[in-house]
């Protein structure tokens, strides 16, 4: 069976299943990261952009856990781009969410526009690392050509690149450069939430697929998608603020998809991805101060 543990590049061990809190409002993260770490979850995926990286700090706390045993993934925003701006925004984070060291800090986004201000952010974050501040560094919705940029002028390889990546949208290519440079692929929308947003007619909980697959080992789509990247060596953190999926989502550790079964939910990838392409962000469009902690 696959455990709950990847190590990454540098020799860091990361849970491989972690809880996403993206549009988790902040008076239910709190209860939902408590809920998490009491049913097993190690490894909680937040940003400052999504304004609640107090309410997971408060959540850990609440979980009588120690810091050591809990893995902390937050994400620098495009506002605070840059070498300095990058460095306060370690701060910022670090203090919501009421620690001194992060185990994982990552850009949340490409600036293809101004990949200058995304280099100085990267270098930042290496100097975080060197310093101590973080265990592992890594970026988010970076596509090949900004990795080869990345890896031509950087001096450490991220461990992660954190992606899209549920069965209607894969991107092997991607996966495989990947693969190449040892970047750990981790996948955002595991279970196709984006899929299901603003009720949209073909969502990822209802594929006929991976509803067969889950009857044949009594267990649901959603705990069959989860299994899938695991079986693949991702990283994936679903997201719920509800007590049961919480607990559903990690309820996958005991059973496993066969050859057959990975190779039909390879087959379901439709080329089309449900966020924004990332050459589209820009600070005109998506840029928003985060605030002082
Ligand atoms: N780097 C990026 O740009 C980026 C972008 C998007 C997401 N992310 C990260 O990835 C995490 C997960 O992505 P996501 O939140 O978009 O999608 P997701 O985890 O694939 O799906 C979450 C959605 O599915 C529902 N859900 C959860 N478990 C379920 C289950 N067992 N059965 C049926 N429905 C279930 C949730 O609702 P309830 O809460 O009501 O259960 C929520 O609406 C985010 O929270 C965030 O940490 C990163």
Redesign the pocket.
């Known amino acids: 069976m696959t455990a709950n543990e990847i190590t990454l590049n540098n020799g860091v061990t990361m849970p491989s299943l972690g809880l996403?809190?993206?549009?988790?409002a902040p008076e239910e993260t709190t209860a939902a990261v408590a809920e998490a770490l009491g049913v097993g979850y190690r490894h909680i995926?937040?940003?400052a952009a999504?304004a609640n990286e107090r309410e997971v700090g408060k959540g850990i706390r609440r979980s009588g856990l120690s810091r050591d045993q809990v893995f902390i993934e937050t994400?620098v925003w495009i506002s605070d781009y840059g070498y300095e701006p990058t460095l306060h925004a370690y701060d910022k984070s670090a203090a919501k969410l009421g620690v001194d060291q992060l185990d994982l800090l990552i850009l949340?986004?490409p600036l293809p526009s101004r990949f200058d201000l995304t280099l100085d952010a990267y270098r930042a974050l290496e100097k975080l690392l060197n310093d101590g501040r973080v265990r592992a560094i890594g970026v988010?919705?970076f596509m090949p050509e900004h990795l080869d940029r990345l890896l031509s002028e950087a001096g450490v390889v991220p461990a992660v690149n954190?992606i899209?990546v549920?069965p209607y949208f894969q991107q092997p290519a991607l996966q495989k450069l990947h693969s190449q440079h040892a970047i750990l692929s981790q996948a955002?929308?595991?279970?196709?939430?984006?899929t299901?947003?603003g009720g949209a007619d073909k969502r990822s909980?209802d594929d006929p697929t991976l509803l067969d697959i889950a009857a044949r080992h009594g267990k649901?789509a959603?705990q069959v998608m989860l299994r899938w990247h695991l079986q693949q060596g991702r990283s994936a953190?679903?997201?719920?603020?509800?007590p049961a999926?919480i607990a559903?989502?990690f309820a996958v550790f005991d059973f496993e998809l066969t050859h057959e079964q990975l190779a039909a939910i390879d087959a379901l990838d439709t080329g089309v991805r449900g966020?924004p392409d990332p050459d589209s962000i820009t600070l005109e469009t998506y840029g928003r101060p985060i605030p002082e902690a």
Request: glycine share 10%; no cysteine.
């Open positions: 996403g809190v993206f549009q988790s995926d937040t940003a999504y994400k949340h986004q988010s919705n954190q899209e549920h955002w929308s595991p279970i196709g939430g984006i299901a947003y909980f649901t959603a953190i679903p997201k719920s603020t509800k999926r559903e989502n966020g």
